[in-house]
């Protein structure tokens, strides 16, 4: 597995550039859309590294600087995720072992009319495994994985989206078979509005060129999944594109009960199995983040009551088994962040846009 990473925080441009940057204002942030573009690299920058890659010779007529930084930026690979990690959600990982994981080991067998589709689409709110499963699937299959975040990509190419997005596409066909992951896509290709900038347009425009597979070969490999809690704001154009939009929801009372369940392997616990069904029951509404959280915050309990100096003096076997108490207790501490309306509208894009079942 390769990973590419073009858009995380601990990127060059460093965590204040994604934080100042407020979405939906692509070419924004004070420098004109005409501005000269300034490389992300400063040339005094000695944190930068030197590539210890080749730029392949097709990609040698695109912006060289741009290619490396695609190819190079805060690249990593993410530790081997095993699908059994996610909790519930058979539904998405059945439709991506069919759309995205076995084609991609078969080529031969998935063309023509069994070609699957370019862009795929998880939808739902937000903390309910949908990074998770990217990364699964750039665990589980050979691809070149290439994880983009658009405010923060598009905010160290201030003006050069569209040139971008045709490098990003031009690298990742030249690493076939790959995947580009596109979290947060809404911020990138919301509907369209008059006081949109130029620039964004053409970057959209591009995107979709991209999409529709018009500037590439037939036999490419190359996959995108585009991820967003915010489906509404896509408008036909992007749904068209996305031809599979699968519905990442809640977790159901098991679901969460696998999530506890594989939480508390990594401690000392006494909760049995009927407690941890219990938790289950106690947590409707809750995402998986939300189930995170609530585990961490009862994980620490044991810790919570012991003075500065026990817990510099304490044996790590010591410590007090994690208890049905302190998960109570962290059930007043943490609640669900996802309303039943916002469900409610998921649920609702989904019978109309959601592939059926
Ligand atoms: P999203 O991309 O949908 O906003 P993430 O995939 O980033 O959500 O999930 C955030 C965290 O929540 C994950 O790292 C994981 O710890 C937990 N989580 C969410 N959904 C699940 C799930 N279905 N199974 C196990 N853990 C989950």
């Keep these: 597995l390769k990973v590419v990473d073009c858009g995380s925080s601990a990127s060059i441009g460093g965590p204040c550039d994604i934080m100042n940057y407020r979405k939906k204002s692509l070419g924004g942030r004070g420098r004109g859309v005409n501005a000269k573009f300034v490389p992300p690299i400063g040339q005094n920058d000695t944190t930068a590294t030197k590539p210890t890659f080749s730029v392949p010779p097709s990609l040698a007529h695109l912006d060289s600087l741009m290619v490396e930084q695609i190819m190079r930026e805060s690249m990593h690979k993410y530790k081997p995720i095993a699908w059994d990690e996610i909790a519930g959600l058979e539904y998405a990982k059945s439709t991506f072992m069919e759309t995205i994981i076995h084609p991609l080991q078969r080529p031969d067998l998935f063309k023509g009319v069994r070609r699957p589709p370019r862009g795929v689409l998880l939808f739902g709110p937000p903390g309910t495994g ?11 299959s050979k691809a070149t994985f290439f994880s983009i975040n658009p405010s923060s990509l598009t905010s160290k190419w201030i003006g050069e989206g569209e040139k971008l997005v045709k490098t990003l596409f031009a690298v990742a066909a030249a690493h076939q078979p790959a995947i580009i992951f596109m979290d947060e896509v809404d911020s990138l290709l919301s509907q369209r509005s008059d006081t949109e900038h130029e620039s964004s347009r053409r970057l959209k425009n591009e995107f979709f060129i991209q999409l529709d597979g018009a500037a590439t070969n037939e036999d490419d490999h190359v996959i995108i999944i ?6 509404q704001e896509l408008d036909e154009a992007v749904r068209r594109r996305f031809v599979r939009r699968i519905y990442v929801p809640l977790p ?8 506890i369940q594989k939480l508390l392997k990594q401690v000392h616990h006494n909760l049995d199995d009927a407690q941890i069904q219990g938790l289950g029951e106690l947590t409707e509404g809750y995402s998986g983040a939300d189930m995170d959280s609530l585990c961490r915050y009862a994980a620490m309990q044991p810790l919570r009551v012991l003075s500065s100096s026990e817990i510099d003096a304490i044996d790590a076997q010591q410590l007090p088994a994690v208890c049905m108490s302190d998960f109570l207790s962290a059930l007043q501490h943490v609640s669900r962040s996802v309303s039943p309306e916002d469900v409610k509208r998921y649920v609702a894009w989904n019978e109309i846009y959601g592939i059926k079942k």
């Design 226 to 231: 585009g991820a967003t809690n915010r489906p």
């Design 130 to 140: 949908k990074t998770l499963i990217a990364k699964c699937i750039a665990s589980q």
């Design 252 to 259: 159901v009372a098991q679901a969460r009960e696998h999530i």
